[in-house]
């Protein structure tokens, strides 16, 4: 990974783990039955199902930015409970107003509710149960006035219970 070392990503993507469990109606139901500490069995503690990606993958009922962006790093990591997580990074041509705008106009249109909104971030949960926040910055990279990154917790399939 050039930029996010491998630590940094696990930080993330374990964070995002847990924002998802938490977040999640079913999950608060087994919580409340499992008298296990919270956090516990979260993530494998070697974490070796993380996996650096080259390029950016499509993400369920999540559209691609349609503007001039450059995918430069990205990560995913299934759990053991049907989540698959994924950090990803670009760089932007359009200015940031103007990409938090294109977010906040697809999570519309793509039936997603959105949960916080701010000038640099927004989050949002989809009906599905995907959760997805997306923090958008200037950059100083050359030709390109936006970072922009994109996490997203894709919810397990509904056929598929994980206990």
């Known amino acids: 990974m050039t930029r996010l070392n491998r630590i940094?990503?696990?930080?993330?993507?374990?964070g995002l783990v847990l924002l998802?469990?938490?977040?999640?109606?079913?999950?608060?139901?087994?919580r409340q039955n499992n008298p296990q500490p919270w956090g516990a069995k979260r993530t494998d503690p070697k974490n070796e199902n993380i996996?650096?990606?080259?390029?950016?993958?499509?993400?369920?009922?999540?559209p691609a930015y349609s503007g001039k962006s450059k995918f430069f790093q990205g990560c995913m990591q299934?759990?053991?409970r049907g989540w698959v997580t994924y950090q990803l990074s670009y760089y932007v041509k359009e200015a940031p107003r103007d990409v938090r705008d294109w977010y906040q106009n697809a999570f519309n249109s793509y039936q997603w509710m959105t949960m916080?909104?701010?000038?640099?971030?927004?989050s949002a949960n989809h009906k599905d149960g995907h959760i997805c926040t997306v923090t958008i910055n200037q950059t100083?990279?050359?030709g390109y006035k936006t970072q922009l990154a994109l996490f997203y917790n894709q919810a397990p399939s509904r056929g598929i219970q994980h206990n």
């Open 51 to 62: 996996q650096p990606l080259k390029e950016a993958p499509e993400l369920p009922q999540l």
């Open 140 to 142: 100083s990279e050359p």
């Open 8 to 14: 940094q990503c696990l930080a993330l993507v374990s």
């Open 78 to 80: 299934p759990t053991e």
């Open 116 to 122: 916080r909104a701010s000038e640099h971030s927004l």
């Open 20 to 30: 998802a469990e938490a977040a999640s109606p079913a999950q608060s139901q087994v």
